[in-house]
């Protein structure tokens, strides 16, 4: 079945460590998302990417980085210099032809916890 | 900048109740509109959708949403709630032919009461 993978689904990471959390889809999207969820604060966007080999800063990009070598991958790490980054966080992809009707395909989510 | 507001931030509602959440948003171009739905421990699920035609759109699970545009409105109802709808609930804009990117709400947490 088509769908989005995203792994692992806990993670849990020290202070000053960097850690990727990986996002892969076989729907041959050419549109692909991070989003942070937060409680009582909706998603927010981290980082997208439209086509391979580029990608464009949301809203809350300090502190990640994202790469697209592949179609299928978009995988993000936060760095150490994200001062919050215990979150939930979604990866969700989108089919770019028919005018952004079809919305979007969710994957189950990362926790990421630092502990 | 774009936005989405979501009134309600939690809501709580005995069975068979009706139920009417609240989503406005603030960009005056061309949308689409969406509800997603994310049920405990699961994954987000697209509800409904709009971007053309008949501005009331029926979704899965017997809901419904409709779309004003005088008053930049995509209200979710539905007749008649279940236990199973509890869940956390977001209303979504795309403005059309731009980027691609979605806005979400904040959400909107409905518990059911059985």
């Known amino acids: 079945d088509g769908g989005i993978t995203q792994s692992p689904k806990y993670l849990f990471r020290k202070e000053g460590q960097n850690v990727t959390l990986s996002c892969e889809q076989n729907?041959?999207?050419?549109?692909m998302y991070w989003y942070r969820q937060d409680p009582g604060q909706g998603l927010r966007l981290i980082y997208y990417?439209?086509?391979?080999?580029?990608?464009q800063k949301g809203d809350i990009a300090e502190g990640y980085s994202v790469s697209r070598e592949k179609k299928e991958s978009f995988p993000l790490t936060v760095t150490s210099a994200q001062k919050n980054p215990t979150a939930f966080y979604l990866c969700?992809?989108?089919?770019?032809?028919?005018?952004?009707?079809?919305?979007?395909?969710f994957g189950s989510g990362t926790r990421l916890t630092v502990v | 900048a774009q936005s989405v507001s979501q009134h309600n931030h939690h809501v709580i509602l005995s069975e068979a109740a009706s139920l009417e959440l609240g989503c406005n948003y603030s960009?005056?171009?061309?949308?689409?509109l969406f509800w997603y739905v994310q049920y405990p421990g699961q994954h987000l699920q697209l509800l409904l959708k709009?971007?053309?035609?008949?501005?009331l759109v029926k979704g899965i699970k017997g809901f419904e949403a409709e779309f004003i545009k005088s008053k930049f409105s995509f209200n979710l109802r539905k007749p008649s709630v279940q236990w199973s709808d509890t869940a956390e609930y977001f209303c979504?804009?795309?403005?059309?032919?731009?980027?691609?990117?979605?806005?979400f709400g904040k959400g909107t947490r409905l518990h059911i009461l059985p």
């Open positions: 979504a804009v795309n403005v059309r032919n731009r980027d691609d990117k979605i806005i």
């Open positions: 990417s439209q086509i391979v080999n580029d990608f």
């Open positions: 969700a992809s989108h089919n770019r032809r028919g005018g952004g009707v079809h919305g979007y395909t």
């Open positions: 729907l041959n999207h050419d549109a």
């Open positions: 709009y971007f053309s035609g008949d501005p």
């Open positions: 960009y005056g171009g061309t949308v689409n």
